[in-house]
């Protein structure tokens, strides 16, 4: 039976491993240290998977194309998707594995992260959150993915094309919501079109019946919902089961496989930054066969979003490399700010003073499990 | 891994404050609240308002955020002199949901679910302390004078008192103690005290947003008090200190892929807690009720 000091010891022991093991854990002999911040468990726990394949394959790229003279270590950090795991996890990831460049996502654990990293000089990147307050929030928090008012742009043409010009919009009552709703107030007008009715839901909700009997109430062309995660697929499957058969729309979180493999999305139509598989640009077809070859299936835009991150440090490294000067978040920066457009799988990427990045953009449909450009 | 340690130790201390509150209502008064986070959150956003507009002064901020906390707790006290027991659960889980609610909505005072960012760096009387060991000193202290405090409360008559209504409300009323009065005041102290934990973690945090005040943070709160064990002084610190460096010391396991680092260190943590549940049920620093 293990009494009161038994276990008061193993408590210590705990606290004793986490201070000896940065001696076991130390980085291979002149690696260039990156680190990943994304939810590994609980219900966001499937990001956390999607953001990290897409690192993993363009970190063996890097290796294959030998396009470093020094080998890249991944440490990963689970965020929770919370704030409070986003700042401890970012204090690790800084202070003790040293990683001069971070890959994160979510809105919330991006704003707990960026002042430690700020005061640490890392180089974060973010390419999974597309909310427009992700814009300016440090010189070195940097979008490798368009946000969102960039999304809804490209829509507005498309919906005059098709006549959809009454939309109903549901959507997260957060800074992305918020940004959505800003853009189709503003926007639908100028298109030709109307909002007809706005619905905001809180973050964690997964009862949508008495929304879409008011959505249906507003007799629109279309329906746009501005969420994420596990709630998606709840959206589009009570919207259907509640006899809304109207064009559902909405942004390149709905290409997560979720929502992709959902019998009730099909025809459903997302924005995304350009993720044509068939471009015939090497960049793209080696990701893209690779890809497939490995998971059996087309990657999403995540999925496209942090091999982009990934590689970006390597081109990133591999110009200060060739400068001879040190790896470290400054420089990277310094260098990210140099050069500013980068070659990336779906077109070239090119980098804004507010640390966002502009991008080819395309409209997509959901189709029998998987989804075709169609714009 | 200095700034590592400090930062670990520096959110440990403000979970102590709020784990010590949270074992005041839970421990000693005997009222179970799962409402904790709200309180933790009104001084969270009242510290990080005054800091954003008025002054950054850690002192000026712990101030306002446990009186706000305090006042707004008539909001748990008044349910809690009408029910006992699991319908002050209840009661608290409706008031938790309530204020996540408003937390999310009332966006000029809390930034909605973007929060609030650029909460200046802490100073106290002028004078900088944004450096993270003078940052944990400061903590520090107020952990230490809550402590005492607690300690000399619990010592007192009106500890003693509290110790009555939670071990038999009724008896505790029939020898002439003023039932109401001492519970509202125990909701009081306690909210007050979390109050001030969360203008510590504003500022230790520089963004503060509705994620971190939710029904899992109250959770989590009330698993330190009770893997800690409850009415004693070092009970909540050994559960803060549990339940935030075990995954912290969890995340140095080099075997773990980065895509399952996650999963093991939930399945690690869990069956520790479960095998502490199993031979420690009182909490680590517990002790048995007939010798508490």
């Known amino acids: ?375 | 891994m200095i700034a590592y340690l400090l930062n670990l130790a520096t959110l440990a201390t403000v979970f102590g404050i709020l784990a010590a509150s949270l074992n005041l209502l839970i421990g000693y008064a005997g009222i179970f609240s799962i409402a904790h986070a709200v309180f933790f959150g009104i001084g969270a956003y009242t510290g990080a308002q005054l800091a954003i507009l008025f002054i950054p002064d850690v002192l000026l901020a712990c101030l306002a955020g446990g009186v706000l906390a305090g006042a707004l707790s008539l909001c748990l006290a008044l349910p809690a002199l009408r029910v006992r027991g699991e319908y002050f659960v209840a009661a608290s889980l409706g008031l938790q949901m309530m204020a996540v609610t408003l937390f999310s909505e009332a966006h000029s005072l809390t930034g909605g679910h973007g929060g609030l960012v650029g909460i200046p760096m802490p100073t106290l009387f002028g004078i900088d302390i944004s450096e993270p060991a003078t940052f944990l000193v400061f903590c520090l202290l107020v952990l230490g004078g809550v402590l005492l405090a607690i300690r000399m409360l619990m010592r007192g008559s009106f500890g003693r008192a509290l110790m009555a209504i939670r071990d038999s409300e009724s008896a505790a009323e029939a020898f002439g103690k003023d039932v109401p009065r001492l519970k509202t005041l125990a909701v009081g102290l306690g909210c007050t005290l979390a109050g001030v934990a969360g203008a510590l973690f504003a500022f230790y945090m520089a963004f503060v947003n509705v994620e971190s005040f939710t029904l899992e943070q109250s959770i989590l709160v009330m698993a330190m008090v009770i893997i800690g064990g409850t009415a004693t002084l070092a009970g909540p610190l050994v559960g803060v200190l549990l339940l935030l460096l075990l995954p912290a010391a969890l995340s140095f396991l080099p075997f773990i892929p980065p895509t399952q680092i996650g999963a093991v260190q939930q399945l690690i943590y869990g069956g520790a807690m479960t095998l502490l549940m199993i031979f420690r049920p009182a909490g680590l620093a517990g002790q048995s009720t007939g010798r508490r």
């Open chain 1, 1 to 375: 039976m293990l009494d009161r000091r038994s276990l008061l010891a193993t408590t210590l022991a705990a606290g004793a491993a986490s201070l000896a093991a940065p001696r076991i854990l130390r980085a291979q002999e002149g690696a260039y240290v990156v680190g990943t911040l994304f939810p590994m468990a609980g219900p966001n726990a499937e990001y956390g998977t999607i953001f990290t394949n897409g690192i993993q394959l363009a970190a063996e790229h890097l290796r294959a194309e030998g396009m470093l003279k020094r080998p890249v270590e991944i440490r990963a950090q689970d965020s929770l998707a919370t704030p409070q795991g986003g700042a401890v996890g970012m204090t690790k990831l800084a202070n003790v594995d040293k990683a001069s460049y971070v890959m994160l996502g979510f809105t919330g654990v991006s704003k707990a992260a960026a002042p430690i990293g700020t005061r640490s000089k890392v180089m974060m990147i973010n390419g999974g959150g597309v909310g427009p307050d992700l814009a300016n929030l440090s010189p070195y928090f940097w979008n490798v993915i368009p946000l969102v008012n960039q999304e809804v742009q490209v829509l507005l043409p498309w919906l005059k094309q098709q006549n959809l010009s009454r939309i109903a919009l549901i959507y997260v009552d957060d800074p992305l919501g918020n940004g959505i709703l800003q853009q189709l107030k503003d926007g639908l007008p100028g298109a030709g079109g109307s909002l007809v009715g706005s619905f905001s839901i809180p973050p964690a909700t997964q009862q949508f019946a008495a929304i879409a009997a008011r959505v249906r109430d507003t007799r629109p062309d279309a329906v746009y919902f501005a969420s994420y995660g596990a709630q998606q697929a709840q959206i589009i499957k009570q919207l259907r089961d509640n006899g809304v058969s109207q064009q559902i729309l909405t942004y390149s979180a709905g290409s997560i496989p979720s929502v992709v493999g959902l019998p009730e999305s099909d025809g459903l139509v997302f924005t995304s930054q350009a993720s044509d598989w068939s471009a015939p640009d090497p960049l793209t077809q080696r990701f893209v066969t690779d890809w497939r070859a490995r998971y059996n299936s087309d990657p999403t835009s995540y999925n496209q979003n942090y091999y982009n991150a990934m590689r970006l440090f390597g081109l990133l490294a591999q110009g200060l490399e060739k400068a001879d000067k040190p790896v470290t978040g400054e420089n990277l920066r310094e260098e990210l700010l140099r050069v500013r457009r980068f070659p990336m799988v779906g077109g070239e990427g090119s980098f804004e003073d507010q640390g966002t990045m502009s991008m080819p953009m395309q409209i997509n449909r959901i189709q029998g499990g998987s989804f075709q450009k169609i714009a």
